[in-house]
């Protein structure tokens, strides 16, 4: 049976910077396993962009995997549709080759977060599948663990193209600002957690010495 992955993500920018930026990604630091990207077919078909474009990711295996992915890299193909009245994009990928062996097929829908101007939202599913008899369930579950890595570089990786972009982006420089004032703030609660554990400890052992003291 497919596993099944479904995540979620806001970015801080609105649903045109996020839609420009999609044509945009790469290179970028953190999908240095995106190797190359081409266009094959792009049109408008009833007001709405539809393109097809052919990725190339390497294929990294444990060792234990080698037995059956002998390639160095997998052909993916995205379908997107982008919808300017409905403002949404939304985009299929699937790999193409080894599909017995393990197939990925992706759908992420971006939309604007209605009540959070400036925000896009990120849907994203996915079905992780394997045909291979007997070893199934163990290249299911390494494809899904794998596919979340992912998941976390393409974030990772959108976001930093997005803010060099748009790097006056107001709700964006306000976010990452809101950011650092928390990891500050429980910086500075561990800080002081730590300082009246010190403290504590420090009573604990004047307070021996002077029992001893007093005993001695």
């Known amino acids: 049976m497919a596993k099944y992955h479904e995540s979620t993500t806001v970015f801080n920018y609105s649903w045109e910077q996020v839609t420009q930026g999609f044509w945009n990604r790469y290179p970028n630091p953190f999908s240095t396993h995106v190797l190359s990207e081409d266009t094959v077919t792009r049109e408008i078909r009833n007001g709405k962009l539809h393109s097809k474009r052919l990725l190339t ?42 599909n017995k062996i393990m197939s990925v097929v992706e759908q992420v829908v971006y939309k604007s977060l209605p009540d959070q101007p400036g925000k896009t939202i ?9 045909s291979v008899y007997g070893f199934g369930t163990a290249i299911r579950a390494f494809g899904l663990e794998r596919f979340k890595k992912n998941c976390a570089k393409t974030v990772n990786g959108f976001n930093h193209v997005l803010q060099h972009m748009f790097p006056n982006n107001p709700v964006a420089l306000v976010a990452s600002a ?7 703030s429980k910086a500075q609660k561990l800080r002081e957690a730590a300082k009246h554990a010190s403290d504590h400890m420090k009573a604990q052992a004047e307070q021996l010495v002077q029992n001893l003291s007093v005993k001695g």
């Open 178 to 184: 809101a950011g650092k004032e928390h990891h500050g």
């Open 57 to 98: 990711k390497t294929n990294h295996v444990p060792k234990w995997g080698e037995r059956f992915f002998k390639a160095k890299s997998v052909n993916i193909i995205e379908e997107s549709v982008v919808d300017p009245k409905e403002k949404t994009l939304v985009t299929y990928t699937r790999n193409i080759g080894f």
């Open 122 to 130: 990120a849907i994203r599913s996915a079905w992780i599948d394997s």
